[in-house]
């Protein structure tokens, strides 16, 4: 069941593999985030968890605004309703089209290089832009999900920040925010409270240097729980946010993941069983539909759909692709299913479709929202 709808109608409905998304997941994770983080500074939604458009509007709606890394993302993010005051344009490559695609709209660009602040200046000399700061802090998370470390390639390193400030006032810009992302899916505190505290020693010489800065974005990164536990205690980065920054400073957010993840279940179904060894299950979702397990050895529960009173044997779900690293979870305790029988695979509304690829030339997944009880159709399976 997804918000007292039977997943078994949806796959008859609209066949399987499929993504289905509840709107109530989205508003509860939004609302936990507005009415902690909110009440301190701006909420940006990272679009590349999600860009469902109907995903987009619904969490536009609630007056969350944009976190965008393309041309495409800003349009997907206008077109979903979000005004382009609240639209924030990241990204470590940022072409030259695209920085002018955004100064067009009036988007509010963090930069990452000194050769983007120049690039910047090029197009529009005035513009307010932030300066995206690697603190040197390791977020504690899969190591390629870390990018706040000196061997990762985002923002400026601290000791040069000053410089890059410097070099952007002589440009002609108005650095006038601190901007940092160190990483994602991260747990704990500790990591958000050593990049805040390089933040603010890096706030206070820029002022004593006569530059002021007047925003503090502090990025995403806000880790879910993808099986036993609780999600990030967002209320304990509120308190700490107030305890240590200072009055009058501005404050944003980059949450993406926080937001999607626990809205989607991806809904797979048995094709073939081969007891050996190991007992394979074969899905017909494969790794091109949803990467994270492949790439991170991330873990998803998986959940059998239709109900089997058996005892429970340790299975591997794997997909049809032609890897190897096509499992999406191994030694999953389950009743083993018959053929046909539909498996859920839980928490996949952020970084699952996104990422999904058309690998071994299978065709994109359609999309299903269920609002108040009812699904709609929010993207089409692709050809
Ligand atoms: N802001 C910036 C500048 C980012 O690069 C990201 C994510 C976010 C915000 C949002 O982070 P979140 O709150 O969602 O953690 N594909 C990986 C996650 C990569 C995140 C990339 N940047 C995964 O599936 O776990």
């Not at 997804?2 to 709107?23: K, W």
């Not at 959940?303 to 429970?312: F, G, H, I, N």
């Not at 794997?318 to 191994?330: K, L, T």
């Amino acid at each position: 069941m997804l918000d007292r709808l039977p997943l078994t109608s949806i796959a008859r409905e609209y066949g399987t593999p499929i993504y289905v998304y509840s709107a109530s997941s989205i508003r509860r994770q939004a609302a936990r985030l507005m009415q902690s983080l909110g009440t301190i500074g701006s909420l940006h939604y990272a679009v590349k968890a999600n860009s469902n458009p109907a995903l987009l509007a619904l969490v536009f709606s609630m007056g969350i605004g944009a976190d965008t890394v393309s041309r495409r993302e800003i349009q997907a993010a206008l077109d979903a309703g979000c005004p382009a005051d609240r639209i924030i344009f990241s990204g470590v490559g940022k072409t030259p089209e695209e920085l002018a695609f955004a100064l067009e709209h009036d988007i509010f660009i963090n930069a990452e290089s000194e050769e983007e602040l120049a690039a910047i200046a090029l197009l529009r000399r005035g513009t307010h832009v932030g300066i995206r700061i690697n603190p040197g802090v390791d977020a504690r998370t899969h190591q390629y999900l870390t990018t706040g470390m000196d061997e990762n390639k985002f923002g400026i390193p601290v000791d040069a920040a000053p410089d890059a400030f410097r070099l952007a006032i002589d440009a002609g810009l108005v650095p006038d925010t601190i901007s940092c992302h160190i990483g994602s899916q991260i747990m704990s505190l500790e990591p958000y409270r050593k990049s805040l505290a390089r933040l603010l020693e890096l706030r206070d010489s820029l002022m004593s240097d006569g530059i002021p800065v007047s925003r503090l974005d502090l990025g995403g990164g806000f880790g879910i729980n993808y099986g036993e536990g609780t999600d990030f205690a967002v209320e304990d980065l509120r308190a700490l946010l107030r305890r240590d920054v200072p009055k009058g400073m501005k404050l944003s957010f980059e949450p993406g993941r926080y937001i999607a993840g626990h809205a989607g279940t991806l809904v797979t179904q048995v094709l073939y069983r081969k007891c050996y060894t190991r007992t394979f299950v074969v899905v017909d979702a494969g790794m091109n539909d949803l990467i994270r397990p492949a790439l991170y050895q991330a873990h998803h529960t998986i959940l059998p759909v239709t109900r089997r009173d058996a005892e429970l044997i340790p299975c591997d779900i794997v997909g049809p692709v032609c890897e190897s690293a096509d499992c999406f979870a191994q030694d999953v305790p389950l009743p083993l299913p018959e053929q046909g029988d539909l498996l859920a695979i839980c928490d996949t509304g952020a970084y699952g479709w996104s990422m999904s690829s058309t690998y071994n030339s299978r065709p994109l997944l359609p999309e299903v929202l269920i609002e108040d009880g009812e699904p709609a159709l929010i993207r089409e399976r692709g050809l």
